[in-house]
């Protein structure tokens, strides 16, 4: 059985798990190594069962609870080259933590098959496509401006797929926040809004996804509930019913949202 949960999610921080039979992924860490490693025990889950630690950017609301944890703990880290060698640069990774860089590659990670795909952000970014020791099958995919060809290709055909969902137009227009910084998020290398999102989960539902989880949700710029009403209208309007024809999850900012089997 294939399950996908986050820790956390949202602009504050990130951290996503895969988990079959007992041995995990994680995707992130954007929070303290305290409050990720006081989630893993909640789940009933050990250090020593993680295979692997995915990285999507350098930013950090993905990145700020890793330096700590990496000194306490050896696990391999993944991401591409440019995020590894700028967390290098920093000090994040210890030289003694193996370090992976996995541009548009296929790894083996402790019997999970990762692909990752690069993603449209500031800086650079990737998303991952995952399957589980089952053959089942999931893609997340947050920190992106736009749907580019190769990320719609990576989300296509999975049972399950983690989508950014990071704010609503016009709470964004209409927010406290400076004219750049609206302009920087609204833009193909900032992040993807409700209805963006929606539209893509559309399509995925007509190719056959049935299972849907909307991460990074902005703090100050959207809400589950308004995250969720917008992706809701879109299919309601195809015909599509949600909680009978297809699961769609807001993920929880600070706390572990209900797993998502797949």
Not at 235 to 242: E, F, H, R, V
Request: proline letters at 5%.
């Amino acid at each position: 059985m294939a399950l996908f949960t986050t820790l956390y999610s949202g602009s504050s921080g990130n951290c996503g798990l895969v988990l079959h039979e007992g041995k995990y992924l994680l995707v992130d860490m954007g929070k303290s190594c305290r409050t990720t490693l006081n989630a893993l025990r909640k789940l009933g889950l050990a250090v020593s069962d993680c295979q692997g630690i995915l990285i999507t950017h350098e930013h950090s609301d993905h990145v700020s609870g890793l330096d700590t944890f990496l000194r306490h703990y050896s696990v391999p880290v993944y991401g591409c080259a440019a995020t590894l060698e700028m967390l290098d640069s920093r000090g994040t990774i210890p030289p003694a933590i193996e370090a992976i860089a996995v541009d548009g590659r296929t790894e083996e990670v402790g019997g999970f098959v990762v692909t990752s795909f690069p993603t449209s952000h500031d800086v650079p970014c990737c998303g991952y496509r995952i399957r589980t020791p089952d053959g089942k099958t999931m893609a997340i995919a947050t920190d992106l401006g736009t749907l580019t060809p190769v990320v719609q290709m990576n989300l296509a055909g999975c049972d399950l797929v983690a989508l950014e969902a990071n704010y609503d137009r016009f709470s964004l227009q209409g927010g406290p926040y400076p004219y750049y910084l609206k302009v920087r998020i609204a833009s193909d290398r900032g992040h993807l809004d409700n209805r963006a999102c929606a539209a893509e989960l559309l399509e995925l539902i007509q190719d056959g996804c049935k299972k849907f989880a909307l991460c990074h949700l902005s703090q100050t710029n959207n809400t589950p509930e308004l995250a969720l009403t917008t992706v809701y209208n879109v299919l309601l309007a195809a015909g599509i019913q949600p909680g009978r024809d297809v699961l769609i999850q807001a993920q929880a900012r600070n706390d572990i949202s209900p797993y998502i089997e797949f």
